[in-house]
């Protein structure tokens, strides 16, 4: 019986072999109606069994008069209790039980002024409302309900309606909460307990509602109303039962595995009301929509998303959450993630660790590494470091996570072990080394050349000395840049000589050879200069100077031992007089 009129108030009491015995308590008059029992079996399916009418009745008194000054009064109901079909009655004058009657019907006198009300014996607190014995005007007191359920925290009216008899005029009426019987009744406005919480709602005529706020456990109590009259004093008993309760949350089971079914339910210590609805949270957030607000939330089939925290409340009142409760699920390793360190190229002789990541419930027990094509495994623990890495551990690695749920794999990281970075560094060492060599190789040999053309170039020279000439020497240094500078003193210094030859008026012959100086700034170097002459005429120069053109064949140059802007170097040539202008 799933019926939110029936929530929390239904309890199955049979099992699910032969007894099917249904409890149902606090039975109301909109209970009255057909029930029935019904089973499913796996070969004929549904099974109901035969209807059973089940009709609520309330007691009820009815007053007579009869001729005189007597009056009858009749306790009834609608319909013969089952269960006691002869009961034995209580009858109550004021509220105060008159056990020397205990049949149906009671006689008082036409001029009685107090209310009576009765109860089946057993069920004392059961009782009839009370009703004057003559008119409408008696001492009475009626309650719109016999008990309240409220949430703590909350606010509760007890709502009543009094009557008193012509010629009584209301001196005191105060409420109270049931106490010791021999004690007089304390006004719950003097009560610290109450202070500031307290709301009086009626009047000094007939209505006495109360208004109790911010509702405690320690409010739980039987709340009647007195009235105090210059005549006298009457209190209404029983009064109203009032329940201060908290939201509970009842979950079964706490603890479930991936894929079965789970139950929460939504329940207080008494009946909230027939309409009470209920809004559900997880991890302290709304669920939208959570079974169109029924005190029961079905989980099925349960994931690992439906674990969390959970909790509930009675619409209209979100501020009054129930204690959390947690939902545990049970779940096989998801999720497996392999991390690498460190990232990137991974090169031979180095170290690389592997780490497996696993989200499961409860947590992974084992972490087993394997490489693929190979059935044995490499390591059984979360972390797998590899080091001194050789290109035979190139390959595809995985990691299996396993708990007692289960087992699964991750996906395959490929790993690719490269050649050592040194090997490559010592072949660039070694082409340059190489081209050192072969450099200096070929400069050799262009120096032996040269050297070899020098020679014959002195005895060409030679032979051109008959000649009265005149030898100008010029020779100039290049100007280092701001970069060169500071290699000057480890560069070579290329040092041009420029000759002019005076054999012939109508030719001008300049011949350039390099001259190298190693480390100027350590000593001097004597070069020569290797000059070729090519006889193409004689030209008449003085005889003085005849015997010194053989000594401008080779000379000395020295580089100065220190640095010199850009400009003309005298070398240490003889000098020859410079030619008469027009003969060139």
Known sequence: MEQPEYAGRVEYLGNNHSDCTLRITDLRENDTAEYCFG??????????????????TDLKVTTYVTKGSWVILNCSTTCTLSDNP???????????????????????????????????????????????????????????????????GSSVDISCTYTYPHGHIPRETFWFTQGESTKEPKDLKKDPNYLDRLEYHGNEDSDCTLRIKDLKDSDSAEYKFRLVTAEGKYVSSPGVYLTVTGVLLEMNPMSV?????????????????????????????????SHNYSKS????????????????????????????????????????????????????GSSVILTCHSDANPPVQKYTWYMRNINTSKESSQIYSITNIRSEDSGEYYCEAQNEMGAKNSTVTLILVSGKQTFSINIAVGITVVALVLNLLLSFLWFRKRASNSTDTRDTAEDGQGGSSHLYDTILRTAPTAAQNADTDEQDVRIYANVHFSHSRNHEEALYSPVQLRNPEKQDKVQYAALKFNRLGVAPHPAAHAAEDSSAIYSTVNKPRTRTQEGTLLSSYPTFPRPPTGSW
């Not at 089973?39 to 609520?56: E, H």
């Not at 079965?260 to 809004?279: M, P, S, V, Y």
Request: glycine residues 6%; aromatic residues 10%.
């Open 39 to 56: 089973f499913k079996t796996n070969i004929q399916g549904w099974i109901y069994q035969q209807d059973l009418f089940i009709s609520v």
């Open 297 to 348: 939330l079905h989980l099925y089939p349960v994931s690992s998303d439906d674990a969390g925290s959970y909790s509930c409340a009675v619409k209209g009142h979100e501020d009054l959450h129930s204690p959390e409760v947690t939902l545990t699920v049970r779940y096989k390793p998801k999720n497996i993630l392999v991390s690498i360190s460190p990232s990137g190229e991974i090169v031979e």
């Open 257 to 289: 595995s991936e894929g079965e079914r789970a139950k929460l339910t939504c329940t207080a210590n008494c009946i909230l009301g027939d309409n009470t609805t209920f809004i559900w949270y997880k991890n302290r957030q709304a669920i939208p929509n």
């Open 86 to 152: 002869n009961p034995d009655y209580i009858w109550y004058k004021n509220g105060k039980p008159q056990h020397e009657y205990m049949s149906q019907n009671y006689s008082t006198l036409s001029s009685d002024v107090d209310s009576y009300s009765c109860a089946v014996k057993g069920n004392e607190n059961h009782r009839s409302p009370a009703v004057c014995a003559v008119g409408q005007n008696c001492w009475r007191v009626i309650y719109a309900k016999k008990s309240i359920c409220a949430l703590k």
